[in-house]
């Protein structure tokens, strides 16, 4: 699927472009074109190919574990569910931050896209100006830019990961605590209580 997308959407982009007025090439760089038809349509591609099965199974295995346990303890199902909403939430506000860091990522890569295009193809005139290694500054502006963007990106990732992964481990926590209460006080048995923790793991 996703590799029959990447061919279309290429497609598509070709011949969209081919129908564009010639007058749009000339107020435009190549650049921001090839990074959306090559670097772009392989980031949705890989959205489908990796990103798709690991929602599915992040919602599909806690909902059904979630509603398996309403037939052993509704106490446990109905901890998991409140759990996955309060874990919805944590990731909704660490993906807030992140998202502008990949719109200023995204920005910077285009502009880098379009001074490598521009380093390679004015060469002459480049020469002409003493403006090449060191010399060619709107180069090396760009790739600090990306450099600073794509450190930024990671930062911005970081708080979110942190909040998440506590939380998590304190339902886990919160879990294991009600189904040990659960079977130390005769309502389930040791084994179910154990069984139910293993699969409170997921």
Do not use: C
């Amino acid at each position: 699927i996703a590799v029959g997308m990447q061919g279309g959407l290429q497609t598509r982009l070709g011949d969209h472009l081919n129908e564009l007025p010639l007058g749009w090439f000339e107020t435009r760089s190549a650049a921001p074109l090839s990074r959306t038809a090559v670097e772009n349509v392989r980031e949705i591609q890989g959205a489908v190919a990796y990103l798709v099965p690991k929602v599915l199974t992040s919602v599909l295995v806690p909902l059904g574990v979630a509603v398996g346990m309403l037939f052993v303890d509704w106490r446990i199902s109905a901890t998991m569910l409140i759990a996955a909403l309060m874990l919805l939430l944590v990731n909704r506000l660490g993906e807030r931050s992140y998202l502008r860091a990949d719109a200023r990522m995204h920005e910077a890569a285009t502009e880098v896209d379009a001074r490598v295009v521009e380093f390679a193809q004015v060469q002459p005139v480049l020469r002409s100006f003493g403006a090449v290694g060191s010399a060619n500054r709107a180069l090396d502006t760009a790739l600090e830019r990306q450099k600073s963007a794509l450190v930024g990106g990671v930062f911005s990732a970081v708080p979110g990961l942190i909040a998440f992964a506590v939380v998590v481990q304190a339902v886990f926590l919160v879990l294991t605590y009600i189904a040990v209460g659960r079977a130390t006080g005769g309502d389930i048995s040791v084994v179910a209580a154990i069984a139910l923790i293993a699969v409170a793991s997921r």
